[in-house]
C-alpha cells in the first residue's frame, strides 16, 4: 500500500499550534514532522514534539484499564475489562449520588490536549448532564485573562510576524525561547533590523540573549509598571490627546502615579534606579514599542492587578492599535465556541458548585462541605505533579473513601494513586479542531491510526460514562466530526471571523485562517469593553470586588519558609510541556537531573557548591534538586522547572513547596510566591527521615 500523508495539529498546550504531516504505512505510523504549509509551523517542529512518534508508540503506554489491588498508591495492578471498569464506576457513582448527590463528583481535566472535542466538549457536557461539580480552571492565566478582558475588553493580539515592524520589544515575564518557539525567528530578524529587546524576568532566560535584562523581584511587575509611567508621564512622552480620546479613567490613573516615586519603586523591584530610568526613556522615545508577555506575571499573589499596570503602558503611550506596536498577551479571544453548542446547559440541572482547581488537596481533606468529594475523575491533567501544593493533592489522593478514577496515556503521579487506570488515545488516535492561543487559524485534526489497546479518546469516553449513567441524549454520543460541525457551524452563525471558515475546507485543507481585518487589534482607539474604550477605571472589575483602578498592591508574602526564605520561580521547561512529554526518555536526557538555579551570593551564605545535591522546604513539603550555582536567577531568588514527575525523581517534585494561597484575582494560582529555605543536601533533615520511616515500615508488612 502507498504511504498515507495525515494532517494533524500538535495537541499541546502551546501558543503555536502545530501543523504536523503524520506518514502512515499499512496502519503504522513511520514519520511525523512540521506541515510545510502551515504557515506559523513552516516545516518544522519543536525538539519536544518533533520525537512524538517515540511518544505515541512509547513502551509504558497505557493499553487497558486496570483496578488497583492492595494499598492506595502501592503500585499493584490487575488488568480489567472496559465492561468491568464502567460497571464499577456506575455502581461507585451511583452510591455516592443516592447518599451525597452528584456534586460529590468532581471532574478534573486541564490541558493535556487543546482540542475543542477532546478538552473543550469533553469537560462539558457529560458533567453538566451529570450535575457534577465544576472546575474553576484558574491554574494558568486566570488573573491575566481577567485584567486583560476588564481594560482592553478581549484577548487579541497582533500575528507573530508583526513584530518584523517593532522597534522595541519589552519581553515582560515571558520566556518564548522555549514556550513559544515559532515566535522566535521573527523576534530574531527584527533584532538583526535593529530593534531593541528588553527582557523582565527575575531569570536571566535564553531569550535574553542579545537583550537588555532587568531581573526584578518576583511579583512585583505593577510597582515596575507604575514607576515607569511616573517616569513617562513626568517627562512628557505620554499620549495626552490620545487619553483624552480614547481611554476611561485617565485622570484618576494619573493621581495614582503620585505613589510611585523612583526610589521607592527601585527599592521595592530590586531594579537599580537608573535601569528603570533608561528603560522609561527607551520605551517613551522609541516607536512602535511591543509589550510581550505571557503568564509568568500574573502567578503571584499581584498577579491581576500587575497585570493590570502592565496594560497602562501601551494606552500612556497611545500605541494600541498601531502596527509593531501595543501590547500582545494571546489570541483566544478571537474564537469564543458558542457555549450552548459546547454545554448544553440548557438541558442540564443547573450547574453543580464550583471547586477551584488550586486548592484541589484542601478540598479533598474537608475544604469542600456539603457534600464533601468522594469521587475524583481527572483526565487530560496530572494534579500530583502539576498543580499548586502537590502534597496536599497526594494526601487528598489517598483517602481510603475516595472512588478516583484516572484517564491517560501514562502511569503517571496522579495515576499511581488510583482505584481505576483507564487508558487515553494520542492525538494520532483521535480527531479534533484546535484554535490556538498565539496565532489565528484553525487547525483539523485527522484521526491518522487505530487507537493502540483499548485506548479511547476522552470524547469516546464520555460516550460510554453517559451510556453507563443511562444518558441517552444524543449530543452526548455524537461522533467527533458531528460535534464539530455542530460546534462549528453554531459559532460560525454570529462571528464574522468564520467567514470562510467551513468544516469541509478544514478537513481537506487541514488549517483555515480566520477571517481577520489586515489592520492591528484595537485599531483607531476602539476597544471591545463595556465603554468601548481604553479602561483604566473598571466598572467590571470594581464589581468583582477590585479597586476601580490599578495600582494598590497587597502586601503579602508567603510565610511558610521562615526569615531566610528565598522565592521559588518555577517556569516552564524547555523540555516537556508542563508535565506532558516528562516521562521520554530522549527528552529526559536532555533536561539531566533536576536542578535548581541558585546565585552565588545565596549559595556561598549556605555552603553550596555547583553540582551539590540540595533540599528545598517549607511547611508544605520538601524536594531534593541538584544545584547549579549561577547568576543567571537574582539573588533571592531560586528557579527550577515545571513539569517533572515525582515518581520518577525520587518521589517529590517543586510543587511539594508551592503555594495554595490564591493569587488577588479570579482565583489564580500563585505559583512563583512561593517561598523556600534552601540547604545543602548531604545530610537527611528530620522531616525527611521520620517521613521516610513511615515509607519504610508501610512498604514492608513484615516491620509491623
Ligand atoms: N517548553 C514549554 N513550552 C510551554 C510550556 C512548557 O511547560 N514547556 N507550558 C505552556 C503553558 S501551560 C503556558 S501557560 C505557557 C507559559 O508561557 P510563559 O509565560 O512564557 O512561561 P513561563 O516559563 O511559565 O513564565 C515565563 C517567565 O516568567 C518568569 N517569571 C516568574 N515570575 C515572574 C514575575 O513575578 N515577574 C516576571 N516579570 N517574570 C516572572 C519566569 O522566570 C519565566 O522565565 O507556555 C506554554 N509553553
Ligand atoms: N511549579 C509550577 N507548576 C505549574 C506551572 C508553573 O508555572 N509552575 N504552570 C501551570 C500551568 S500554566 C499549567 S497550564 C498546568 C498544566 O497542568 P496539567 O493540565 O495537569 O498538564 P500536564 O501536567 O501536562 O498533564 C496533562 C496530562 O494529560 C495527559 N494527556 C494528554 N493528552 C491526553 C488526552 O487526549 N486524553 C487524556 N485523558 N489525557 C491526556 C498527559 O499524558 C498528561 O499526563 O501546570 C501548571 N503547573
Ligand atoms: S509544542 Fe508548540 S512548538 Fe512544539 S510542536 Fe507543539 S505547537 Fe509546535
Ligand atoms: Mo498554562
Redesign the pocket.
Known sequence: MTPLKIRGAC?H?CPDTCGVVTTVENGTAVDFRGDPDNPVTRGWLCAKVRPYLDHVYHPDRLLHPMARVGAKGGGRWRRVSWDEALETIRSRWQAIIAKFGAEAILPYS????LGMV?MVVSSGRFWNRLGASTLDRA??GAAAETAVEAMIGKRCSAPYADVIHSKLVILWGHNPHSTAPHFMPWLRHAQRLGCRVVVIDPRRTPSANGATHLALRPGTDGVLAMGLARLLVEAGRHDEAWLSAHALGWPGFRERLADFPLDRVSEQTGVPADQIADLARLYGDTRPGLIKMA?GVN?NFNGGENVRALLALPALTGQYGTRGGGLSYSTSGYVQWNAEAVHKRSQCPPPGRSINMNRLGAALLGEATDPPIQSLFV?????A???VNAGRVVEGMKREDLFTVV????M?DTADLADLVLP??SQLE?TDLHKAYGTTQLTYNTQAIAPLGESK??WELMGLLARAMGFDEPWLHQSADEVIDEVLAATARDDPHFEGVTAARLRAEGHVALSIPDQPPFAGGRFPTASGKFEFHSERLARMGHDPLPGRFRDLVDDAAGDDALTLV???SHHF????LASQANLLKNAGTPFVEIHPDDARKRGIADGDEVVLGNARGECRLRAVVTDAVRPGVVGSP??RWANLSGGRN??WL?TDTLADMAGQ?S?HSSRVWVRRGDRRTAGEVSRLAKEIFIASPSCG
Open positions: 495537541p498546550d486541564y490541558s493535556g490536549t477532546q491554574i494558568c503568564d502567578r483526565f487530560g491533567a496530572n494534579p505533579t502539576s498543580t484517564h491517560d496515556l501514562f503517571t487515553a488515545t483521535q479518546s476522552n518555577t517556569g516552564a510541556v508542563s508535565s506532558s515545571k513539569g517543586v510543587n508551592t494560582a505559583y
